[in-house]
């Protein structure tokens, strides 16, 4: 089979599902994660899931790619904790201290990569370079582990610097708490014309602010992303940095993404989105001009910001087939909540279909598709300075499918982290992937 046609435009690298998904309800303020706390989670068809989102996407034109999973367990951080003798001793120290604690070293949460990283495009920023940002995710301790990794990993694939500018993370300090791309969005004409990049946080980061939420505490800061924009050498005239609605985080969106999606120049958005959403609206249009903003919104009397956590409607993903005309990939959820349903099968003009995809165990822990793909828009000439290996093609679909089936286990129970042999199948499946993928040396076992 033809490898896909190296071409400019956006490529979706979707994190491979890793062998020890499990469910710890780590992450507070993710309704999801909270609710299946120590469910028996089914990694291997998590990973297949994931691989068919990726091979549909594919299909259908997309340019699609991949990054790899961490490594999990992570004994080295167990290590900085002072734990020590042979590894399954540390695991058992690990779980007596907390079973959290060992969770934490055992999540597969890099597989969300919409929070892996920042990336602005070299058409947005004022060197023409690409330009990444690993984030800190420092509100959780299992996904603050993420960071090092997505950043040697993201320096690999793409390696040349006549292109691309790796940052290191913010600061992992409270103040510059920064969960990705998940809370970035980007408007524009084309995907490779200059666009306005909209940064959403929760809460200001110094005085412990908390952005006037109730329930759950806000993850990223207005500091982080004004941060981020400024060593991404952005235009001040073509970046927004708004707040998100506290109302809305207290319902369970713990992130921008389950409330608001954006693609080239559609916004598609919940009324409750911004806390003034009204006037950020008018800020992007004016921004944006003399593009023309296009507005799919949605209001609270045709869906409840419950019903929007329960079905993860925003976090579908955007597909342009044609001129102002998209294709809606939503998670399952969306067709068994009667409203979202409704208000879907009611679509017309901009959003023309909408695809229905399984990713039920990813959804379970609270990441629908858009939460499993990290977007980088590329030229045609930077994009062939990408790591090829990593780059989706029929061939390595069958042989990552192979893969998962060879060495992924069919289901996890919180108790199975005690056991040691979990360990030595992840490092061998991960050693085997990078064979398949021509990645060498990224792993700290390795
Ligand atoms: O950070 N869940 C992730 C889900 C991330 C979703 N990403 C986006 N919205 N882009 C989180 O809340 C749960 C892990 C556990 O409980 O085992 C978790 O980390």
């Given at each position: ?14 994190g ?11 992450a507070i303020g993710n309704k999801a994660s909270m609710k299946n ?72 949460s890099?597989m969300w990569t919409a929070n892996s ?18 984030a800190?995710l420092?509100s959780y301790?299992?996904r ?34 920064d969960e990705g791309a998940a809370n970035h969005n ?12 909209i940064f959403v946080y929760g809460r ?7 952005g006037?939420t109730?329930i759950f505490y806000p993850r990223q800061?207005?500091?982080?992303s ?16 708004v707040q998100q609605n506290p109302e809305a985080i207290d319902a369970g969106v713990f992130h921008n993404d389950v409330i608001c999606s954006t693609d080239?120049?559609?916004i598609f958005y919940h009324e409750k989105a911004f806390l003034?959403t009204?006037?950020i ?15 799919v919104s949605v209001?609270t009397?045709d869906i409840s910001l419950n019903e929007v956590v329960s079905s993860y409607l925003f976090n579908s993903q955007l ?9 809606l990939l939503s998670p399952k959820e969306c067709?068994?909540t009667?409203s979202v349903?409704?208000y879907l ?12 995809i399984?990713v039920r165990?990813s959804m379970w822990n609270g990441g629908g598709p858009a939460c499993l793909r990290l977007r ?71």
């Amino acid at each position: 089979m033809k490898k896909n046609k190296l071409v400019g435009g956006e490529y979706n690298f979707d994190g491979l599902v890793g062998p020890t998904h499990n469910y710890a309800g780590l992450a507070i303020g993710n309704k999801a994660s909270m609710k299946n706390k120590s469910q028996i989670s089914h990694p291997q068809k998590a990973a297949l899931e994931g691989l068919e989102k990726m091979k549909f996407l594919m299909e259908k034109g997309f340019k699609q790619a991949i990054l790899p999973p961490h490594e999990r367990p992570d004994l080295n951080f167990l290590k900085k904790l002072g734990f020590s003798g042979s590894a399954e001793m540390m695991l058992k120290s690990a779980w007596k201290l907390s079973p959290a604690l060992l969770s934490a070293c055992y999540s597969a949460s890099g597989m969300w990569t919409a929070n892996s990283a920042v990336v602005s495009p070299s058409a947005d920023t004022q060197d023409r370079k690409v330009h990444f940002t690993p984030a800190n995710l420092q509100s959780y301790l299992h996904r603050s582990l993420e960071s090092a990794q997505t950043s040697r990993i993201l320096k690999y694939i793409f390696s040349d610097s006549r292109y691309f500018v790796h940052h290191p993370p913010l600061p992992a300090h409270p103040v510059f708490s920064d969960e990705g791309a998940a809370n970035h969005n980007r408007l524009c004409s084309t995907y490779l014309s200059p666009g306005v990049e909209i940064f959403v946080y929760g809460r200001q980061g110094f005085f412990s602010n908390n952005g006037k939420t109730k329930i759950f505490y806000p993850r990223q800061t207005k500091e982080a992303s004004e941060m981020i924009a400024f060593h991404h050498k952005l235009l001040p005239e073509k970046t927004i940095v708004v707040q998100q609605n506290p109302e809305a985080i207290d319902a369970g969106v713990f992130h921008n993404d389950v409330i608001c999606s954006t693609d080239q120049n559609l916004i598609f958005y919940h009324e409750k989105a911004f806390l003034d959403t009204e006037s950020i609206l008018q800020e992007i249009e004016q921004k944006i001009s003399p593009t023309p903003l296009l507005k799919v919104s949605v209001q609270t009397q045709d869906i409840s910001l419950n019903e929007v956590v329960s079905s993860y409607l925003f976090n579908s993903q955007l597909l342009p087939i044609s001129k102002n005309k998209w294709i809606l990939l939503s998670p399952k959820e969306c067709q068994t909540t009667p409203s979202v349903r409704d208000y879907l099968y009611s679509l017309k003009d901009l959003i023309q279909k909408v695809c229905f995809i399984p990713v039920r165990q990813s959804m379970w822990n609270g990441g629908g598709p858009a939460c499993l793909r990290l977007r980088v828009v590329l030229t045609e000439e930077e994009a062939r300075a990408v790591h090829p290996g990593v780059l989706l093609h029929h061939k390595l679909y069958k042989k990552l499918k192979n893969w998962i089936q060879k060495h992924y286990r069919d289901r996890l129970a919180p108790e199975d982290l005690l056991d040691p042999l979990l360990i030595t199948e992840s490092q061998n499946a991960l050693d085997e992937l990078s064979g398949i993928l021509q990645i060498k040396n990224i792993y700290p076992f390795q």
